[in-house]
C-alpha cells in the first residue's frame, strides 16, 4: 500500500521511524517534505517558524494534497502534544479531509482526541490502529 504519512512536524522523529517500519513491512511511505531536517530541530519554536516559511515558500499545503491523492491512504501520526492525548492539528485534520474527500483510508496511530472538532473526525471514520502497523491493510 502506499502511505502517505501526516502529522506535527514535531512529532518528525517519530515519523521517521514509522516509515522505516512501514517500508519494513512492505508498503511504499511519503513522508511531509523536510521531515528529516526538522527531526535534527531543538526547539519547537524555532520548528514553527520554520515550518511555517516552508509552507508559504514551497507551497506544502497544495503540494501535499497531492501526495495524498497520489497514494492509498493516510496514517496520521497523533501523538500527546500540547497537553493534549493523540493531538490532532489544523494541519493534520485538513489533510484527513482531503483524503477523506478523496475517498482514501485515513487511519490514526492514536485513538481520536477529545477536541471539539471530534464529530468531524468520527465522521471520517478513521480506522484507529492503537499502534500497531500492522494494522494497516
Known amino acids: 500500500m502506499k502511505i502517505t504519512i501526516c502529522g506535527s512536524m514535531r512529532l518528525s522523529k517519530e515519523m521517521l521511524e514509522i516509515k522505516n517500519k512501514l517500508i ?41 494534497f497531492k501526495e495524498i491523492k497520489e497514494n492509498d491512504a493516510i496514517l496520521v501520526v497523533n501523538e500527546t502534544l500540547k497537553n ?7 494541519n493534520s485534520f485538513l489533510e484527513m479531509g482531503f483524503a477523506h474527500i ?9 485513538p481520536i482526541p477529545e477536541v471539539g472538532y471530534k464529530d468531524e473526525i468520527l465522521a471520517m471514520r ?11 491493510n
Open 102 to 110: 478523496l475517498n482514501k483510508k485515513i487511519f490514526l496511530l492514536n
Open 24 to 64: 519494513d513491512l512492505g508498503h511504499k511511505v511519503i513522508l511531509p517534505r523536510h521531515t528529516e531536517e526538522y527531526a535534527e530541530l531543538n526547539t519547537s519554536d524555532h520548528m514553527h517558524n520554520e515550518s511555517v516559511k516552508n509552507k508559504i515558500s514551497h507551497d506544502l499545503i497544495r503540494q501535499y
Open 84 to 90: 493534549i492525548d493523540n493531538y490532532i492539528g489544523g
Open 126 to 136: 478513521p480506522v484507529v490502529i492503537n499502534g500497531d502497523l500492522t494494522k494497516i
